[in-house]
């Protein structure tokens, strides 16, 4: 056990790199949140706002599969208001600003969806 | 005990019986239900070409310029990696199983405008391993980019070379990008959906909507009154391969 000193120094320094996260979050009192920039004036999406953070993902996967092979193009919300289903029509009329806010999260999250891979994307100064 | 048994053996088959009557009798009824819902016009649409008509100004390419833009269709430099929604083809080539020798030459000399015929059995969907092209309920042979992998089984099952492979980004190859309408991706076949997004708004193809000469016209098949109809009994029609059976319901009139 010579080494003693030497492996708790490495231990210590490596635990100490591998909880950064935690103790940074701890010493700032709360973790880095990413913070979507909402421009629309509109007072609520399709559906509401923490329904729409959780599942907007699977909301889309539906429309897709609506429109594309169903050939119905009207979404029904749950509050009787109709909209037409469309990613760069609907969602990115009320937000223009892909960069601020759907990269905001994705790229928080190191999530990588390639809706932009075909569907264009509005135009932003960047 | 005998009497017991036999009383249980008259209930069981009366029941049976009853339930049975029963079951039959809903499935009568449904099945009422949905030949009247049928009988309540099913589109299918068509398309009727009048290669007399088409091409009168030399040179014209208004349907094929309009669909190119409407459909963000990119343009290769190299011919191998062309990607086609509607183009033309010379007479023979698009009608090979036709002997045209001695036919007017006002209709073989001009080259024929073809496109996805959206077949009645279409052999690209039969092959299709992930559904990712399907016939919709009106005709139309659609695709789901969203779904293809690119295994290019229907490039090889049509016979008609109406789809095209993505075999490089096409993004940066198309000319006037068309924001309305999306892009493929490298790796996907794509082909002429008869503007399902257009026929969604009530529109005819935008095709149909650019030519000058109104040379080709849309429309339902199933319904009698029609104009295609009406075309198609005044005058004799051919059909690109009709001896293959797919059932192309593009119409070329002679």
């Known amino acids: ?126 | 005990m005998g009497e017991d048994r036999r009383r249980f053996l008259k209930l069981a088959g009366l029941t049976a019986l009853c339930a049975a009557g029963k079951g039959s009798l809903a499935r009568l009824a449904g099945a009422e239900t949905t030949a009247a819902g049928g009988a309540a016009k099913q589109v299918r649409w068509a398309m009727v070409v009048d290669p007399r008509k088409c091409l009168e100004k030399e040179g014209c390419t208004a349907c094929i310029d309009a669909c190119n833009h409407a459909h963000n269709v990119p343009s290769f430099d190299n011919p191998k990696h062309e990607v086609k929604w509607i183009w033309k083809e010379p007479f023979a080539d698009a009608f090979p199983d036709q002997d045209a020798r001695y036919v007017d030459p006002a209709l073989t000399a001009k080259p024929a405008l073809v496109f996805c015929n959206h077949c009645d059995n279409p052999p690209c969907v039969r092959v299709c391993p992930t559904q990712a092209t399907w016939k919709r309920g009106d005709g139309v042979v659609m695709m789901d980019w969203h779904r293809c992998i690119g295994c290019r089984y229907c490039m090889a099952a049509c016979p008609y070379g109406s789809r095209s492979f993505n075999w490089e980004d096409p993004r940066p190859h198309i000319k006037d990008l068309n924001p309305d309408f999306p892009t493929r991706t490298k790796g996907v076949v794509e082909k002429c959906t008869f503007c399902d997004e257009r026929l969604d708004k009530g529109q005819p193809p935008a095709c149909v909507a650019a030519c000058p000469e109104k040379a080709m016209i849309f429309g339902d098949l199933n319904d009698p009154d029609s104009e295609v109809r009406r075309l198609l009994r005044s005058r004799f029609a051919l059909r690109r391969r009709a001896s293959l059976g797919t059932q192309p319901e593009v119409f070329y009139l002679v």
């Open chain 1, 1 to 126: 056990m010579r080494d003693r000193g030497l492996i708790l120094t490495g231990l210590t320094i490596f635990l100490a790199l591998l909880l950064a996260p935690v103790w940074q979050a701890a010493l700032r009192g709360s973790a880095r949140k990413p913070e979507p920039k909402i421009v629309t004036k509109a007072k609520q999406c399709v559906e509401p706002t923490a329904e729409m953070r959780r599942n907007h993902m699977q909301l889309l996967n539906t429309w897709r599969d609506t429109v594309v092979r169903r050939d119905q193009r009207t979404y029904l919300a749950a509050d009787g208001k109709t909209v037409t289903m469309s990613l760069s029509g609907t969602c990115m009329s009320c937000h223009p600003n892909k960069k601020e806010f759907c990269d905001a999260c994705h790229n928080y999250l190191a999530v990588n969806p390639y809706c932009w891979e075909c569907h264009i994307e509005p135009k932003e100064k960047s």
